[in-house]
């Protein structure tokens, strides 16, 4: 599958370059240059992170665990689903505040596992039937979550820890993803094997 579906902030093209040296003319150099091309036109994903001072001491919906924990990244990958649609929370843009608030009003208790489309609703949203990750069936789940992102709905991914990620687009077979844990992007790539289960928005 070579198709590709990338949204990310920067991307990387690879040139090749023949260069005929001076000082070797008889010898022909090929340099790979890599360059970081912004995306000035196109529109850059918010991203959200657990971490961040505005709310990083919030506890998740009635339990007393922090947006620091592992259930805050479902909170930071909704918010950023939310956002990337242009819904607004309490008359902002989805942030994680204000979606853990919507969620203690509705008395949430503050474990992924428990968001169904009960607490979804109230957001402007709805999850289609989760799709688990099987080897066997693995180009399949790829697919389904090319075809969602084509279509402008936002896809989440649960990982294997229990940690949840928010996918950004897909290149090559895996996912671009943004990890609400990290400012890193260096886990930014996924293969449908390092994760358990597509959450498809619609």
Known sequence: NNKKTLLPPFFIITININLNLPQEPMKCTVLTLLFLVTLSQASIPIKYVQDDSRWDQETLGTSSNLMTTIDGSAVCSIAMALANLDIEVSGEVANPYSVNQYLKGVSWNGATATLTNTYY??????????????????????????????????????????????????????????????????????????????????
């Open 121 to 202: 609703e109230g957001l402007g949203i709805q999850l289609e039937p989760v799709i688990p990750y099987a080897a066997e069936t693995a180009v399949e789940y790829y697919e389904s979550a090319e075809t969602a992102l084509s279509k402008g709905k936002p896809v989440m991914i649960l990982r294997p820890s229990g940690h949840t990620v928010y996918v950004v687009g897909v290149v090559d077979g895996n996912f671009y993803v943004y990890d609400p844990s990290s400012t890193d992007d260096d886990d930014a790539i996924l293969a449908p094997a390092e994760t358990t289960s597509l959450s498809i928005f619609k």
